[in-house]
T-cell receptor
Framework: LAKTTQPISMDSYEGQEVNITCSHN???????ITWYQQFPSQGPRFIIQ???TKVTNEVASLFIPADRKSSTLSLPRVSLSDTAVYYC????????????FGKGTMLLVSP | DAGVTQSPTHLIKTRGQQVTLRCSPI?????VSWYQQVLGQGPQFIFQ???????GRGNFPDRFSARQFPNYSSELNVNALLLGDSALYLC??????????????FGPGTRLLVL
């Protein structure tokens, strides 16, 4: 499974756009990029998944450059409730797979 | 629709005891995975089950075991508890067919404290 690298922590203020970048230099051809959000003492929550270019849903956008060696999770106009740990994972979407989590990025949103 | 459910929510045990954690997957999901998350770390994979068969196992000792029932619910058992087993135990479910989307959806977890 491809290893991912992301910042340990990030700070932001309410109303700002937050971009969290994840590096995955060894991503395989059939790997997808998935982001989860986790609040303290809760299970991770699926945010978004993509393979290439741009994916957008009601919560976030995911930007993936052509070489797919990195990806950026974009959270528009964050609020205090977006304070959480964000995990970037890389692995096959199709077929059997287990998830390999790193330490994630701790996002702190301040008033 | 109900999401993944886990019971109990919290549990306190002493060293050497045994514990059983339970998980019910999302309706229609046939695969269940178990993860252990210690404080400050990301979840670590323990087991994955599909159609009552073990499909994957992480780097955990034999004290950890699991099973999946015909209704696709699952139990995780841990014997001879150690202080280091204190963690949040997470269950995740997915369709599991291997032919389509395998996004895993997590339950709220069971917080285990070993004294």
């Amino acid at each position: 499974l491809a290893k991912t690298t992301q910042p340990i922590s990030m700070d932001s203020y309410e109303g700002q756009e937050v971009n969290i970048t994840c590096s995955h230099n060894n991503i395989a051809t059939n790997d997808y990029i998935t982001w989860y959000q986790q609040f303290p003492s809760q299970g991770p929550r699926f945010i978004i998944q993509g393979y290439k270019t741009k994916v957008t849903n009601e919560v976030a956008s995911l930007f993936i450059p052509a070489d797919r060696k990195s990806s950026t999770l974009s959270l528009p106009r964050v609020s205090l409730s977006d304070t959480a740990v964000y995990y970037c994972l890389v692995g096959p979407q199709w077929g059997y797979s287990t998830l390999t989590f790193g330490k994630g990025t701790m996002l702190l949103v301040s008033p | 629709d109900a999401g993944v459910t886990q019971s109990p929510t919290h549990l306190i045990k002493t060293r050497g005891q045994q514990v059983t954690l339970r998980c019910s997957p999302i309706s229609g999901h046939k695969s269940v995975s178990w993860y252990q998350q210690v404080l400050g770390q990301g979840p670590q994979f323990i087991f994955q089950y599909y159609e009552k068969e073990e499909r994957g196992r992480g780097n955990f000792p034999d004290r950890f075991s699991a099973r999946q029932f015909p209704n696709y619910s699952s139990e995780l058992n841990v014997n001879a508890l150690l202080l280091g087993d204190s963690a949040l135990y997470l269950c995740a479910s997915s369709l599991g067919s291997g032919q389509g989307e395998e996004t895993q959806y997590f339950g709220p977890g069971t917080r285990l404290l070993v004294l």
